[in-house]
């Protein structure tokens, strides 16, 4: 419907409900923005409007608390999204190209893999990681989370790997590449819209991940974000000026990384809506 | 450049499937072969089993006097041009032109001298920043074949690069090809199944069907002297006809009976299949060795029958005349002079020059005149 048609009520009704919606979504971090400025007695008193004097300090005791979180959580979704994506491409690479012997039977075993949810296995995958030396250990934790990213990249990535005409690679080949030049000089520029999703979802999926942290990271400096927001519910008395002001802290780098690779995102998105 | 050469080439793929048989054949070194045949008769497979994008799986195939069963791509000294040009559409063309000679750690200097004189050669040098979506189909086709020439190889392989190109525009290109051609001197395998392709681009042409090598000849030879009806039927636009019928002796003079059509041959043809009267054959003959009688030009009035004309297809430098005969099964296409002035629904006389007719085995369906006629140098 052009503009020119359309009635004002219908236009106001339209804006009003997106203004709404947008209002929902941005209230918690109001709210903790808010409340990040105040001390106990004033949360009492006034929770959800700005109150004087602001207590600036708030933000010191809450980066104080999640710094060393922030960064244990930037190296793990770093690490995990890196060895996740390496692996997977080359895999991919491999099941798109080529005939694999029981490739059939591997490839049934992920679907079933997929289908599993996480938390059934965690008893298992611990005393795996217990017997691998691996609990209590960042590198550990990335390694176990970037197997177990493999499934969905390797699903996704193998689809636009096998559609990719096979031209490319024989001229590959004709010219001199070997597999990892193609991987590079082919498969990825071509796929580079869906790495860049693949590599967003698998770095907040490593940045907000919960349950495996819980159990295999023993010592408190080496905790992600998560687990460390989550001891910080009964570290305290509810100081909740600090605490606020720590999850707005933790809120920070996700936006920062959305507002930054939203687009990478959305095309990779776009080009596999045109490639399904 | 080099000379490649096939010695009972076989490819058969899992499953028993044989896409290539037994195809023994020499490509002289700086000569272009063209590959012709419907689809799925292996010429594509033979094409690259020479890149060794397809193990070999019987026989050899030697490039400039080494054998190359074993021998990886990049090492073969072969380059490629594909139907659908195979751009990497993220580089330039000049990043795409040069891509194999930085794989091949070639000095930038080098690289831009090889990459500018194959962009001037094929007058693509304003192209050279633009990305392949930014190309017309003729200006992408120039760029595969620039990206192939750069490499300096022993050998061109062209699968089928003019495919995907409108009719104009596979014309200009069949032209600059062989242009191409004749200023590299460069041995060249092209594969096609168009056969207007292979009679006007190759210096000799390879007609395969079902995985077989048919037969291999100069464009005329082939046109002019098939050595089969596939062959026959294959090579020349608007087709050969073919009439099923008998051979027959009447007195000293071999004759062709179908229904109640009867043609005499000629002695020296008739000589070739002497030994065939009273079997059934084909009888071929070309849509241009059908005249129009009233034209005169010598014709054997034992040879002039009256057909039907159906349609009418005047081209401007000729007629194509779609003709019926006195019984079914009798159904000719015959090119007339632009003089004649046949009309539609009306009866034509007609000549049949039996002096450029051809008799086939009707079983067999190879040619019954083609070692004679050939091997005395008969005119076609």
């Known amino acids: 419907m052009s503009r020119t048609s359309e009635s004002p009520l219908a236009r106001w009704l339209k804006h009003g409900y997106l203004w709404i919606m947008l209002a929902l979504v941005f209230l918690p971090f109001y709210v903790m923005l808010v409340v990040s400025f105040k001390d106990n007695k004033q949360f009492s008193n006034h929770p959800w409007a700005p109150t004087w004097p602001l207590h600036w300090e708030n933000w010191i005791v809450g980066w104080n608390t999640v710094g060393v979180c922030i960064a244990n959580s930037i190296f793990i979704a770093v690490l995990t999204t890196v060895i996740t994506l390496c692996v997977a491409v080359l895999a991919a690479y491999v099941f798109g190209r080529y005939k694999v012997p029981f490739a059939d039977l591997l490839w049934a075993a992920i679907l079933v893999l997929m289908l599993m949810p996480g938390v059934a296995n965690l008893i298992p995958l611990f005393n795996l990681m217990r017997g691998l030396h691996l609990l209590n250990s960042l590198v550990g934790l990335c390694i176990v989370s970037a197997a177990g990213g493999q499934i969905v990249c390797l699903y996704i990535l193998r689809n636009f790997i096998e559609d990719m005409p096979k031209e490319f690679f024989e001229c590959a080949r004709i010219d001199g590449a070997s597999h990892l030049q193609q991987i590079i000089h082919v498969v990825i520029p071509q796929c580079g819209g869906i790495i860049s999703t693949l590599a967003i979802l698998n770095f907040v999926g490593a940045w907000n991940s919960f349950i495996l942290p819980l159990i295999a990271i023993r010592d408190p400096e080496k905790l992600p974000l998560a687990v460390g927001l989550y001891q910080l519910q009964g570290a305290y008395v509810k100081q909740w000026g600090p605490l606020m002001a720590a999850y707005f802290i933790s809120a920070v780098p996700l936006v920062v990384l959305f507002a930054f690779t939203m687009r990478f995102f959305i095309r990779g998105i776009s080009e596999g809506a045109i490639k399904g | ?380």
């Open chain 2, 1 to 380: 450049m080099a000379e490649v050469r096939f010695e009972g080439v076989s490819k058969v793929y899992d499953g028993g499937v044989r896409a290539v048989e037994k195809v023994s054949l020499t490509v002289e070194d700086g000569s272009l072969l063209v590959l012709v045949g419907p689809s799925g008769c292996g010429k594509s497979t033979t094409l690259r089993m020479v890149a060794g994008l397809e193990d070999i799986t019987e026989g050899r195939i030697y490039i400039g006097g080494r054998c190359v069963n074993d021998v990886l791509p990049k090492e073969r000294d072969i380059a490629m041009v594909f139907q659908n040009y195979a751009l990497y559409p993220h580089m330039t063309v000049y990043n795409n032109m040069a891509f194999g000679l930085k794989l091949r750690k070639y000095p930038r200097a080098e690289i831009d001298t090889r990459v500018r004189e194959a962009a001037e050669l094929l007058e693509i040098s304003a192209l050279l920043n633009r990305r392949p979506r930014e190309l017309s189909g003729g200006q992408a086709q120039r760029v595969a074949v620039g990206r192939a020439i750069v490499r300096h190889p022993k050998v061109f392989l062209f699968d089928e690069p003019l495919s995907n190109l409108d009719a104009k525009l596979r014309v200009q290109m069949r032209v600059e090809i062989a242009r191409l051609h004749d200023r590299l001197g460069a041995t060249m395998i092209y594969v096609t199944h168009d056969q207007v392709e292979a009679m006007t681009l190759g210096s000799k042409v390879a007609v395969m069907k079902d995985g077989f090598l048919l037969q291999v000849d100069a464009p005329l030879g082939l046109y002019n002297h098939p050595a089969s009806k596939f062959v026959a039927g294959f090579i020349g636009s608007p087709p050969m006809n073919f009439l099923e019928g008998t051979l027959e002796r009447d007195g000293g003079t071999v004759r062709f009976r179908c229904q109640d059509l009867i043609l005499s041959l000629p002695d020296d043809i008739g000589r070739a299949v002497r030994d065939q009267v009273g079997k059934r054959v084909y009888l071929g003959i070309r849509p241009e060795n059908i005249h129009d009688a009233t034209l005169g030009a010598g014709a054997d009035p034992g040879n002039i029958k009256t057909f039907h004309a159906d349609v009418v297809e005047p081209l401007g430098a000729e007629t194509l005349v779609y003709l019926r005969g006195p019984a079914r099964g009798l159904d000719v296409v015959a090119r007339f002079d632009t003089r004649s002035s046949p009309r539609v629904n009306q009866d034509v006389q007609v000549a049949f020059d039996m002096n450029k007719a051809h008799v086939f085995d009707h079983q067999t369906e190879e040619s019954l005149t083609y070692a004679a006629r050939y091997d005395a140098g008969l005119p076609a």
